[in-house]
């Protein structure tokens, strides 16, 4: 279990990697930040069993990919086509146009995507990965090889 | 494989942000969240003592209160003096004010109702001999001595206010803080809404400046009014200056974190401030929730000027209402006063103040949003 003193320290230690996970599976710095906060809210209220958790970077993850699906299903219901995602234009828009493989990685099927950002933003061994999205390791390793892939042939 | 990663990581390497703003803003929004939920259950208490004391009087006295028990031909006397409510069923509705009847809805904290916190404060200030009692215009002692005595506590403790005429006690770094904030107008009529507050009756503990104005979003300001500033506050300050040219909060959504104070909570209904220590108090009615424009005309009626004719009709309005409360608690007659009265507080500013920025915010729409 990762030692883990206090909150504070782990959210420091945490906050801004968890942000740019949460940019790649969103599109907007804006929503990643909110996203993030939010996850980290709700596990600072479960603090004291979160820090005894194997990997409380995890649930937080976890945590934050669910808020992510729960404000796009509710952008979906209320049909709006481009509220705060997709061509959304924020602050971050200039740093965005030049990180180009944060887009290709975007363009990724979600699981792919997933697998990838918790193996290279969030620095997870395989098993780790594998845990938190409660798969085997081989399928960690199967979405990360085909991800790969897709990368390369989008460049190619 | 490596490549993907060392890519990624060089991609996001240029996103810069604001880790430490951003731990302030979860701590306020769970701090925040965990006083709602105390609110919630202090509530649902409420609620069931209130139920309860209904049954209680039905039985005792064969039906429960309804409606306005002001009665054609009572006595006067015994609807200017609260107390002598003490024996009658309306006591009960009067200990335990529901939301409806504060000037922000969802309110529940202990006292219900625009500026009553205001009206304590003076009472008490005036009762301390630090305050100017016999400099006030009439109506506005007649509106204080219409106002029952209660005690103002949070966690056990008490405070003390005091409430004066300010422009003396703002520093002109506040002052200039006002201005880039407000605006310079609402900076000149922010004299009027400023109110320092004492805690605890020390002398030497740090003095706060209270600026309640409704421009921008939802906008308290917490300050140290004191001419020392301590070095943490004079930082806060410049960090407080710095953040206002942004014109926007860090975090985009919450207000406590507005001027940076790391133990600042501004709640958008019951304003808890936290400063220095982990003491703070509710100031109940100077919200943005419609208190702030009633406390405004309750500071010019405390300032020793000559009130006009709109300020003493409104004042006035103001005792009948809380002797309409002292006897007939959450009445929809009072209801309907308060509102009609802040529709007429809101044209008295609107009179003396033109319109501020924020005057599509409903007065009465939910609080802290």
Redesign the interface.
């Given at each position: 279990m990762v030692s883990v003193p206090t909150f504070?320290v782990f959210?420091?230690r945490e906050?801004?990697r968890l942000?740019?996970a949460v940019?790649?599976m969103t599109s907007s710095?804006?929503e990643a930040?909110?996203v993030?906060?939010?996850a980290?809210?709700r596990c600072?209220?479960r603090w004291e069993r979160v820090r005894q958790m194997d990997s409380p970077i995890g649930y937080v993850f976890r945590t934050a990919m669910n808020l992510n699906r729960k404000r796009i299903r509710s952008i979906l219901r209320r049909r709006d086509p481009e509220p705060q995602g997709g061509a959304f234009v924020d602050g971050?828009h200039a740093?965005d146009e030049?990180?180009?493989?944060?887009r290709l990685?975007r363009d990724l099927p979600f699981a792919q995507r997933e697998a990838?950002v918790l193996?290279?933003?969030l620095g997870m061994t395989t098993d780790e990965v594998a845990a938190i999205l409660g798969i085997a390791p081989g399928s960690v390793r199967g979405r990360?090889h085909r991800a790969?892939q897709t990368?390369q042939g989008r460049e190619a | 494989m490596d490549d993907v990663r060392d890519r990624l990581q060089d991609g996001l390497r240029a996103i810069d942000l604001d880790v430490e703003g951003a731990l302030i803003a979860v701590h306020t929004t769970a701090r925040r969240r965990a006083h709602r939920r105390r609110a919630g259950v202090i509530g649902l208490a409420l609620a069931s003592c209130v139920i309860a004391g209904a049954f209680l009087f039905s039985v005792f006295y064969g039906s429960a209160p309804s409606g306005p028990s002001i009665m054609p031909g009572a006595p006067p006397d015994r609807l200017a003096d609260p107390t002598t409510c003490a024996n009658r069923p309306c006591t009960v509705f009067r200990s335990f004010p529901v939301g409806s009847l504060s000037a922000c809805p969802t309110d529940v904290s202990p006292v219900g109702g625009f500026g009553r916190g205001a009206l304590a404060a003076g009472k008490r200030a005036a009762a301390s001999g630090s305050w100017p009692w016999d400099a006030a215009h009439p109506a506005t002692q007649a509106l204080f001595a219409s106002e029952s005595d209660y005690t103002e506590r949070l966690d056990g403790k008490p405070f003390d206010f005091s409430v004066m005429s300010i422009p003396q006690r703002v520093t002109p770094a506040v002052q200039a803080l006002v201005e880039s904030t407000c605006g310079r107008e609402l900076a000149a009529a922010s004299r009027d809404l400023v109110m320092t507050v004492r805690r605890g009756g020390d002398e030497t503990s740090l003095d706060l400046v209270f600026v309640g104005t409704r421009a921008g979003p939802r906008l308290w300001l917490a300050l140290p009014a004191a001419s020392e500033l301590s070095e943490r506050a004079q930082g806060d300050l410049a960090e407080a200056q710095r953040q206002n040219t942004r014109g926007t909060l860090p975090s985009g959504r919450e207000i406590g974190v507005l001027f940076g104070f790391p133990e600042q909570e501004v709640r958008g209904c019951s304003d808890f401030v936290e400063y220095d220590e982990p003491r703070g108090f509710c100031m109940d009615g100077w919200s943005g929730g419609g208190g702030s424009r009633e406390a405004a005309l309750l500071a010019a009626g405390i300032s020793g000027r000559t009130l006009t004719s709109q300020e003493v009709g409104i004042l006035e309005e103001m005792v009948a209402l809380q002797r309409l409360r002292a006897s007939s608690g959450a009445s929809a007659e009072a209801a309907e006063l308060e509102r009609e009265i802040s529709r007429e507080v809101d044209a008295w500013w609107e009179l003396n103040y033109g319109k501020s920025a924020d005057d599509d915010v409903p007065a009465y729409g939910p609080c802290g949003t």
């Open positions: 504070d959210f420091e906050y801004e942000v740019k940019y790649v710095i804006t930040e909110d993030a906060q939010e980290f809210v600072l209220e971050m740093v030049r990180i180009d493989i944060v990685v990838l193996t290279f933003v990360i790969r990368l | -």
